[in-house]
């Protein structure tokens, strides 16, 4: 007995007809009359009382068909579950992302995500980003979203994202913090506070390249807090701190927040999304489509 006779056997029932079930199934009447006969056989039991009529469930019959009908059901769903999960539709799939990283174009591409796609489970995963590539590879890790340029992993392939303003955090009472924007030059002789963890070896790489020169070099202190707390330490007047733009919603931390322009206009950090090529989660395909739509619609 296997999940055709099973079949065979609802199917007369609800039909009330070997000839009507073999129409469904586009068989032949004596093949279904026959799978059902072996059934019987097999379980020394009659379900069915055949007559020129039809085919009427005997007791044993609809005490059968009530336990068929559950099995065919509970395999329809695993198969449609299966054949989702195969399809990337469902599923899981981890996300890594730095403990400060939080942009509103982020969290409404999640919600979007996780409202298309209910039945996959989308798990962040908030570390640094050595921590981040070294679950890419572990296969912990199946997509990580951090800041720079496509390339940034050589052995990662890569699409770009979104990318947002970077403003300097300043404490009330700064002179610069009555201009409505800041250019670079402005903020030579200045005390940086930067996070250990991600962004901040980025924000290090940027001050460098904008403020580094042979001889003189910023000032830039090192602070194992969270962003928070070093904006905090920027409302006290131990420094200015470089941000992304998201944080200018922070209030109550004796800090204004100011556009940082060069001379060709706003600076900007850009975010990208990476993965190892060999990975094999189907998930990671729609999340990969997913990132593609959503950056077609910003532009």
Known sequence: MD???LRYIVASARNGSFSAAA???NVRQPIVSKRIKEVEDELHVTLFVRSTAGARLTLAGEAFVVEARRIIEDFDRLAERATASGAGTLGRIVVGLYKSLSTGALRTFLNDFRQCYPDINL???EAPFTEIIAGLHSGRVDAALILGDLGKGEVLDSIALWSEHLVVALPNGHPLAEKPVVYWPELKGERFLIGHHDP????????LRHLAAPSDHPEIVTLHLNRDNILSEVGSGEGISLQCESASGLTGLGVVFRPLHDGTGATRLDY???????????????LRNAFKDAMLIRS
Request: glycine fraction near 4%; charged fraction near 25%; proline fraction near 9%.
């Open 3 to 5: 999940l055709r006779h």
């Open 123 to 125: 798990e962040l995963l």
């Open 200 to 207: 901040g070896p980025d924000i290090r790489n940027i001050l």
């Open 23 to 25: 129409h469904e199934f």
């Open 272 to 286: 990208i999304v990476c993965w190892k090529p060999d990975n094999i989660n189907p998930v990671l395909e729609i």
